[in-house]
């Protein structure tokens, strides 16, 4: 489906009926909302040139199928379960404002469970739940992100962006094999919180880097021989709570690059 103009999309408005679909859906402007569950039988792109995009119901797949999300200056709602049977493809969400459970970034966005899931940019919040990917979560030129839900990414977690990154006591972040868990921020607003345990295994690093405020730890970190770097330009603070443990001979550092106390 493509409108040459802002023409709103929607699938299921009135009717209960879900949506099975292999086809690209491209607005300029306009909202692109499904309102009920969602079957992907293929590859979907779906960009709406800066309309938002709500998927309001679940969205699955028989078999992992990828999903693209292009929003531009509109947000990604994912107010239903995302691959909750058999995990999606992966998940790219190229651009958009914020990432949430609503338009707003007031809810999580629902639990997701993908190949893997990168978020190239974005310019609001990306508040996220439960996540669990066989491969990489990315979320890289994004403004804040907000961890409410544990995140179980095989394949490494990254989060890079200008401002705020938060993490609840329930927004664990766990690797595997030797992949490591990176969490950075360049802004002054750009403070990290992070409430929710960091676990890597084998040679996985954690490394934890605010180039423009300061870092609050006040959850464990668990490393086998990975590297543990802690850096900002303000002022680090670890509470009690924020036990660094090595199981191996593994290297912790903090401020070896900022000049922060």
Known sequence: ITASGAAAVSFGT??????????????????????NAVTLTGGVAVASGGGDILFNGAVGNGSAQALSLTAGAGSVKFGGVVGGGVALGAITINSAA??????????DAASISAASLTQAAGSGTTRLSAVTTSGAVSLTGVVAVTLNGAVAADGGFTSSGSGAFTSAVGGTITTTLTNGISISTSGAGGT?????????????PVTISSGGSTVGLSAPIGVDSGTVTIDSSGTTTVSSAGAITASGAAAVSFGTVGAGD
């Open 14 to 35: 009135v009717g209960a009926g879900d949506l099975s679909t292999a086809g690209d859906v491209t607005s300029v402007g306009g909202d692109v909302t499904f309102d």
């Open 98 to 107: 914020n990432v949430s459970g609503d338009l707003v970034a007031g809810a």
């Open 192 to 204: 990290i919180s992070v409430g929710g345990a960091l676990t890597t295994v084998s040679t996985g």
